[in-house]
């Protein structure tokens, strides 16, 4: 997939480096990371705790700042850009799930599913605006505070504040994390077909083999490197794949 | 549990941070105020010591005939030579000393008066008697003699040998300064300064050449009891002779009265300011308590008892406490220290020599400080006993916005019972009871008044975009933490409003009702000396003047009360002053006859009785009342009136010393500086306006007013560290939420503004209350005034001072918001994502 010139390239991490600590005691999360994301397609990170998953996924997506190295969305390079400009790029382009569903508390599933455009100051796209909220089949629970609805909606809502905007990106930290198995395969089918019907592109950070097999392509990392990647992925084959990890 | 309880508070130390401000500050103003006030006090108290130290025997006017102030007047009863002399006489009396003192002032090379305002002093020769101190030179002992005390010398630059001009009641007279002097540890007696003055020249320029003295004190060997009794029997009518030692007590606690009346009033609104940090104190141990509501649950869990829980949180708050109130009486005598220092630098002084580290008021400190936490903590260290096992398990701390409804209708009652007993009530239990029952259902229904409140700033809110609203959302989403807040805002504001509309009602009312009462344009008035022909004929040259008309006053007894009485051109008088009569007529006045001032009194005299009047010497004469004159400002002045023959016939002929002036309506600015520089070149004469008491009496309310509502900050304060407080816990709290806000786009300065948006609101909330409930109980009680008296006020209300309160409010909002809303954006926006 790094050397896919055809694909266009959705965002990308060149010799990406995050160190906590200086001297003796320097942690390098991230020991020169470089990679491409591909667009309209599913990439999902994987590696053992402590491998730099979450802190790759950070980094590009403007959440962390890299310590050398650069990061791109697109053709931005986000490592010059100032906070606000951050900001404004987070909000314009980019969109975000959590495993905490992360949901202001009060406002209702509506304007939480709005507030990205809420925030820009722009209007949905009603057609899509349906066609998303039928999609995560949260028709007649829109009007209720997150305090009202069940953790798989609540996680719904999120992905449907992700995807409504129809930000260049969609970075997912642990989508099903916190959900049971039969909701969590209801998320990640509703960010799959995302891919293939709208040509969404997601990048996901998991330890789920069952997750991650629902990627175009699963990278490995380890030790803050990537070590391995995986084209087609299998639960089996990423459960095998993570095994060796741990031996 | 203790170590528990100690462990909690260093962590939780930045927590903390603002409760420990609440109480330092309101801990530390106290104990400033007590030492402050002690200070004064002692160095009140010492001067008596330092001036009445040996004397035995004081002969002072007898306090049982005073009259009341309305008819007070300059004119005192005075102890002639004659009297002294018998008094010295006496057996074991070793010597005296007699008090007299005059206006006296410098005239400049340029003809200027200058120190126009000192008070001249006789200079007692009795050493052991004397209070004062030369410092450099010499004693006045002979003609042309003077001493300056060293504040006047310093500030005038006089140095001993100089000559210079000295303004009497006999006129500018040239003198020699032999000698600077001072009084114990400060400089001179007097307040505007001491010049001292020889026996040659004291009584021809400060008594209009009378040998007599307003006081005299004597000194012996033998028992104070004795003497008095001895003196008891030559002491001169309208005088007592009182032991040294009752003397001084009596001089002692009227000068400690004052310092002790400033220190009671400043450690009240030290109290109040600390009931108000009490707010600050709860929400911040209800704030901390649901935070800690896992770990308070893992406590219970493995088998931490409800009382064992409470008795953490409230050792905490003991903690604090303690620890608040001794940085608390640190601050304050630091604040003391500061003080004293910033008074020197700009050239003042406290009084006193020292500050002395007062037990009682480190232990007031310390006590108040402590218990103020102490009591404010009890109500979450009930929620704490009260927490569960099966907390731990659950989720983050769930912020409930559910209010009861009893609560609601309990305030509702409370309000409405207030009311009714400030409309209604008959007496002071009443209407005060009906106050506290108002201001309790207020307190009470605030989280509702908070709720209402927020809803309906919604819309104007929400016209800020996303931010707006959320802010509305986030202020109810705990209404009763909002409500305390904006609550101990409540209190100042309220006060501040009850304090500007009520006082300035009762301001108004009484400066009305004391103009009317007074129609002479000026009064002027000569202290020792007298207004004579040549000053009439000055003042009648200014322009505008209309009328000068002088008359002879002489205070008296009459029917055994001290009275002035007057005599001049009683028609002259009627004329232009306010002089009304109420029963008889002023024409009927003759030879040993007199119109008696109406003092109200239900024995006094009717038209046709006789009232016996007797002089300072003892003459007396018995006078027919022919007329009863109306009480006024003006007839207070003159007293009762008597015709010339009459007056020369108990007084001897003397000058006037009393003028009233009649000025042109409409007469500018320029005539009043005119009789008053004429005035000037004359110490022994005051010119008081017509109007002078109810300015005077104006000033004072607006003094009081200022005042109350300058003290009133200190708890305004303690609520802004209340607002910053909430402010900054609830951002720490709502982290996570708003780590995702700025994830998701949600600009810094959008989400600072959100912050500030909430405090705002906060402080409006309570500001707006505050100034709705003063105007409703002020202008209540003025009501009340009206339905139980015979006065009618009529509540003004300060529009002008009711707006700046406001926007002082959304200031103060704004302030408060200035460190919660950097903080909200300075937090890593990864705190959203870290699962907690």
């Known amino acids: ?247 | 549990m203790l170590t528990l309880v100690l462990s909690s508070v260093r962590h939780n130390l930045g927590r903390y941070l603002a409760t420990l401000v609440a109480i330092i500050t309101g801990v530390g103003f106290y104990t400033a105020v007590g030492f402050i006030s002690d200070r004064v006090i002692d160095s009140f108290e010492g001067d008596v010591d330092t001036q009445y130290g040996a004397v035995s025997v004081a002969v002072i006017p007898d306090d049982s005939l005073e009259v009341d102030n309305a008819t007070a007047t300059d004119g005192q009863l005075r102890v002639p030579q004659r009297a002294v002399d018998a008094l010295l006489d006496l057996p074991g009396i070793d010597g005296g000393a007699g008090i007299v003192t005059g206006t006296v002032g410098f005239l400049g090379d340029d003809g200027a008066a200058f120190a126009s305002n000192t008070t001249g002093r006789l200079w007692v020769t009795d050493e052991e008697l004397n209070p004062l101190t030369v410092e450099d030179g010499e004693a006045p002992t002979g003609t042309g003699e003077i001493a300056v005390d060293q504040g006047l010398a310093e500030d005038e630059g006089f140095a001993v040998g100089d000559e210079v001009t000295l303004l009497t009641l006999a006129g500018p007279e040239p003198v020699t300064i032999v000698g600077i002097t001072s009084f114990g540890n400060s400089d001179a007696i007097d307040s505007s300064g001491t010049v001292s003055i020889s026996p040659d020249d004291a009584f021809d320029w400060l008594n209009d050449g009378h040998t007599s003295y307003e006081t005299y004190y004597l000194r012996g060997s033998d028992a104070e009891a004795d003497l008095v009794d001895e003196a008891q029997d030559v002491v001169p009518a309208g005088f007592q002779a009182q032991s040294g030692d009752d003397f001084r007590a009596d001089q002692r606690q009227s000068a400690g009265s004052f310092g002790k009346v400033l220190k009671q009033g400043l450690q009240a609104f030290a109290i109040l300011a600390l009931l108000v940090g009490g707010f600050v104190i709860y929400n911040t141990f209800s704030v901390i308590v649901a935070q800690r509501l896992r770990e308070l649950a893992v406590l219970a869990a493995i088998g931490a008892t409800p009382r064992q829980l409470k008795r953490s949180l409230r050792t905490e708050g003991l903690v604090i406490g303690v620890v608040g109130s001794v940085l608390g009486v640190v601050a304050g005598f630091a604040l003391t220290l500061l003080l004293d220092l910033a008074l020197r630098i700009t050239g003042g002084s406290l009084p006193g020599s020292a500050t002395t580290i007062g037990v009682a008021n480190v232990l007031g400190g310390l006590l108040l400080g402590t218990i103020i936490t102490v009591l404010s903590v009890m109500i979450p260290a009930r929620r704490a006993a009260r927490t569960e096992p099966i907390e731990a398990m659950r989720d983050a701390a769930v912020e409930s916005n559910v209010l009861s409804r009893t609560r609601g209708l309990i305030a509702l009652a409370l309000v409405l019972l207030g009311l009714a007993g400030m409309a209604f009530g008959g007496g002071l239990w009443t209407i005060g009871g009906g106050i506290l029952a108002f201001m309790a259902g207020l307190f009470v229904g605030a989280p509702h008044l908070a709720k209402g409140g927020a809803r309906l700033a919604r819309p104007l809110l929400s016209r800020f975009g996303l931010e707006g609203r959320l802010a509305v959302d986030n202020s109810i989403r705990n209404p009763k933490r909002t409500a305390t807040t904006s609550n101990a805002l409540l209190i100042g504001v309220f006060l501040v409003t009850l304090v500007g509309v009520a006082g300035t009602s009762m301001k108004d009312f009484a400066v009305g009702e004391i103009n009317k009462l007074q129609s002479a344009d000026y009064i002027v008035t000569s202290t020792g000396g007298s207004v004579d022909d040549d000053l009439i004929a000055q003042f009648e040259e200014v322009p505008d003047v209309e009328q000068v008309v002088p008359f002879r006053r002489e205070p008296v007894l009459v029917g055994g009360e001290v009275m002035p009485i007057s005599s001049g051109d009683v028609d002259a008088i009627a004329d232009v002053s306010d002089i009304k009569v109420e029963v008889g007529s002023l024409d009927d006045l003759g030879p040993g006859t007199i119109a008696l001032l109406d003092l109200g009194q239900a024995d006094a005299p009717w038209v046709g009785d006789t009232v016996s009047v007797e002089d300072t010497d003892g003459q007396r004469s018995d006078l027919t009342v022919v007329a009863l004159l109306e009480p006024s400002l003006d007839a207070a002045q003159a007293g009762s009136i008597v015709d010339q023959a009459t007056f020369e016939d108990l007084v001897g002929d003397v000058a006037p010393t009393v003028a009233f002036i009649d000025v042109a309506s409409g007469a500018q600015s320029e005539t009043k500086r005119d009789i008053e520089d004429i005035a000037d070149l004359r110490p022994d004469i005051t010119v008081q306006p017509g109007n002078a008491i109810g300015q005077l009496v104006g000033t004072i309310f607006d003094f009081i007013i200022k005042a109350v509502t300058g003290l009133l900050l200190m708890s305004v304060i303690i609520a802004l560290i209340g607002i910053i407080n909430t402010m900054s816990l609830s951002i720490l709290e709502r982290r996570r939420e708003l780590g995702l806000l700025r994830i998701i786009g949600m600009t810094d300065a959008k989400v600072r503004r959100m912050v500030t948006l909430e405090s705002v609101l906060i402080s409006l909330l309570g500001t707006l209350s505050g100034l709705i409930a003063g105007l409703v109980v002020s202008v209540l009680l003025v009501l009340s005034i009206n339905r139980l008296s015979t006065a009618s006020v009529t509540p003004s209300i300060p529009v002008l001072e009711l707006v700046l309160i406001l926007v002082a409010g959304v200031l103060l909002g704004v302030l408060a918001a200035l460190v919660p809303a950097r903080r909200s954006t300075k937090l890593a926006v990864l705190d959203a994502v870290a699962a907690t």
């Open chain 1, 1 to 247: 997939m790094t050397t896919a010139e055809a694909t266009r390239v959705a965002a990308r991490a060149v010799e990406a480096r995050k160190t906590y600590g200086t001297g003796e005691a320097a942690v390098h999360a991230l020991a020169g990371v470089t990679v491409d994301f591909p667009q309209a397609e599913f990439t999902a990170i994987m590696g053992p705790s402590g491998s730099g998953k979450s802190t790759l996924m950070q980094c590009v997506a403007g959440l962390d700042r890299l310590t050398s190295g650069s990061a791109f969305i697109g053709e931005t390079d986000i490592s010059e850009l100032s906070k606000n400009d951050l900001t404004l790029l987070r909000r314009d382009r980019l969109g975000f799930i959590f495993q905490q569903y992360n949901l202001i508390p009060s406002l209702t599933a509506r304007e939480n599913i709005l507030l990205p455009l809420t925030l820009a100051g722009t209007k949905a796209d009603q057609e899509w605006f349906d066609t998303v909220v039928s999609t995560v089949n949260l028709g007649d629970r829109l009007g209720n505070l997150p305090s009202q609805l069940s953790g798989g909606q609540q996680q719904r809502v999120a992905v449907a504040r992700a995807l409504v905007p129809r930000p260049d990106i969609i970075f997912a930290d642990e989508p099903t994390g916190a959900l049971d198995s039969r909701t969590g395969i209801e998320i990640l089918t509703f960010m799959r077909r995302a891919v293939d019907d709208t040509g969404q592109t997601i990048v996901m950070v998991t330890h789920d083999p069952h997750a991650a097999s629902y990627a175009n392509e699963v990278l490995f990392l380890e030790d803050g490197q990537i070590v391995d990647s995986m084209e087609a992925p299998t639960a089996d084959r990423v459960l095998d794949r993570m095994k060796r990890f741990e031996g």
